[in-house]
């Protein structure tokens, strides 16, 4: 299958060709796409290298998918042109995330809603896409009615700059500032731009997401994001009201049959997730399971998983491998 991985130098394009390989999606010819200045270099990807093409260049070299992870606009520009020429999108930005004629996929969550007419998919947020894995099967058995959720992301969400950002800033080096204000030793409330109603960006892609995923609009969301100084993966403290009652017994038997899911809950013993231990896996973990004591049929709980890998990469190329499943590419 020729695969095309659009943003491949970025951080999450370098993801994606790592989790290619990892996978063992049956990749047989590599189009590595970028900007007209990366244009040239070479990446690797199972040992041999692979030079750098434009996007028209790619179009013309007719792959069966092609992996978007280069922004908003470059993929509002590219990703139709890609779906023209009969090319499959899988697109990584936020560009058609809320876009009605466009799915917004978790595979174990509504990857069957799919069809061979879908030319561009959505990938959704990676905060929302490590909650709505767990929300889910709880939805299904109690009902949700409303969720508070604060993240505590890492800089690797914001990309190479916040990284050296953070780095730099370790090292006492003057560097290129991803952000408004340093991040070592610091917490940043602010994650995209403020809209007019004060919250950001990014707090209403998990609100309107959510709801566009689990396919249910009556789910109410209220998000609080912030960035911290981590690089393993983002962090979710999340607060769940159900219309049914439950017993915690049920909701970890519920969460431990889960697919993708990942039980991290003895804290007699310190062991709750954290983004060190989730860093380069693909599963979303879950612990400090509790009950919310103030209100009735109300849970609390942390959720942690690699941003790079179930909330970006990998999760791209499990819509990729269902759509391989069905013979669609």
Partial sequence: MKVAVVGATGLVGTKMLQVLTERNFPVTELIPVASEKSVGKEVTFKGKPYKVVNADTAISMKPDVALFSAGGSTSLEWAPKFAAAGITVIDNSSAWRMDPTKKLVVPEINGKTLTPEDKIIANPNCSTIQMVLVLNPLHQQYKINRVVVSTYQ????????????????????????????????????????????????????????????????????????????????????????????????????????????????????????????????????????????????????????????????????QIAEYLHQQKWI
């Fill in 154 to 317: 890492s800089v690797t969400g914001t990309g190479v700059k916040a990284v050296d950002q953070l780095m730099n800033e370790r090292k006492g080096i003057n560097g290129e500032m991803a952000y408004a204000h340093p991040i070592d030793l610091n917490v940043i409330p602010q994650i995209d731009v403020f809209l007019d109603n004060g919250y950001t960006k990014e707090e209403m892609k998990m609100v309107k997401e959510t709801t566009k995923i689990m396919g249910d609009d009556t789910i109410r969301v209220t998000a609080t994001t912030v960035r911290i100084p981590v690089i393993g993966g983002h962090s979710e403290s999340v607060n769940i009201a159900f219309d049914k009652e439950f017993e915690l017994k049920d909701i970890r038997n519920i969460l431990e049959n889960t697919a993708g899911v990942i039980v991290v809950d003895d804290p007699a013993n310190a062991k709750y997730p954290m983004p060190k231990d989730a860093h380069e896996k693909d599963e979303v973990f879950v612990g400090r399971i509790r009950r919310d004591e103030t209100q009735p049929k109300t849970l609390n709980m942390w959720i942690v998983a690699d941003n790079l890998r179930k909330g970006a990469a990998t999760n791209a190329v």
